[in-house]
């Protein structure tokens, strides 16, 4: 007998909600792999990111679901460690996971990788690629810079990217931003996009 009550809705998800009160969400249709284990909160620490559902053995659920090859991760996309739905989870590898994290406590702008420089009176975008700091530019608003950091990530992560929702850029961001990145075009992780901007030439 499991330590979980469980509720199912009619657009087949399921939840559980473990003694201590946590809720936790899943697909229907994987019930049966799990029913019959005790799960818990793992206590390891207070950051949201770092705090999974567990078994006995350590075992994390969104691992346990897909069954993850060695050498490789699973990610959540919305980063709700609590939602193991399947279309929250992809097999990735470390670096693709790393490219979606959560904004830094030490953020004042609301974005990550935009940050007003007041020596130029402008707004500096910027992403982090494998311990690379690529300059993505200085714009005059932070819509801009935001634009410019969305492209960046397009260029350098792909669908592993967190992307802000900001209006469509200008031509001229784009051709920036994609001449920055191209310096860097061997840490992408997303090659269909250098190929495409390379045939556009």
Same mark, same amino acid.
């Given at each position: 007998?499991?330590?979980?009550?469980?509720?199912?809705?009619?657009?087949?998800?399921?939840?559980?909600?473990?003694?201590?009160?946590?809720?936790?969400?899943?697909?229907?249709?994987?019930?049966?792999?799990?029913?019959?284990?005790?799960?818990?909160?793992?206590?390891?620490?207070?950051?949201?990111?770092?705090?999974?559902?567990?078994?006995?053995?350590?075992?994390?659920?969104?691992?346990?679901?897909?069954?993850?090859?060695?050498?490789?991760?699973?990610?959540? +996309?919305?980063?709700?460690?609590? /939602?193991?739905? @399947?279309?929250?989870?992809?097999?990735? %590898?470390?670096?693709?996971?790393?490219? !979606?994290?959560?904004?830094?406590?030490?953020?004042?702008?609301?974005?990550?990788?935009?940050?007003?420089?007041?020596?130029?009176?402008?707004?500096?975008?910027? +992403?982090?690629?494998?311990?690379? /700091?690529?300059? @993505?530019?200085?714009?005059?608003?932070? %819509?801009?810079?935001?634009?410019?950091? !969305?492209?960046?990530?397009?260029?350098?992560?792909?669908?592993?990217?967190?992307?802000?929702?900001?209006?469509?850029?200008?031509?001229?961001?784009?051709?920036?931003?994609?001449?920055?990145?191209?310096?860097?075009?061997?840490?992408?992780?997303?090659?269909?996009?250098?190929?495409?901007?390379?045939? !556009?030439?």
């Amino acid at each position: 007998m499991s330590n979980v009550a469980y509720q199912f809705f009619q657009d087949g998800t399921g939840c559980g909600t473990l003694p201590d009160g946590t809720v936790f969400w899943f697909d229907r249709i994987c019930f049966e792999k799990i029913r019959d284990t005790n799960w818990y909160r793992n206590k390891r620490s207070g950051e949201p990111r770092s705090t999974y559902i567990i078994n006995c053995k350590g075992d994390m659920l969104h691992s346990f679901l897909l069954e993850c090859p060695q050498g490789y991760e699973v990610d959540h +996309i919305s980063l709700d460690t609590f /939602d193991n739905r @399947l279309c929250n989870l992809r097999i990735c %590898t470390h670096q693709q996971n790393q490219c !979606n994290q959560p904004l830094q406590k030490n953020n004042t702008s609301g974005v990550s990788g935009v940050s007003f420089y007041p020596p130029r009176r402008k707004y500096r975008a910027r +992403i982090k690629v494998c311990q690379h /700091d690529i300059h @993505l530019g200085y714009y005059l608003t932070f %819509t801009e810079a935001v634009q410019a950091r !969305n492209i960046g990530m397009e260029c350098m992560f792909g669908e592993y990217g967190r992307y802000n929702d900001v209006p469509m850029p200008a031509d001229w961001i784009r051709k920036r931003v994609v001449e920055k990145c191209k310096r860097f075009a061997e840490l992408s992780i997303c090659e269909a996009f250098f190929k495409e901007a390379a045939g !556009n030439e």
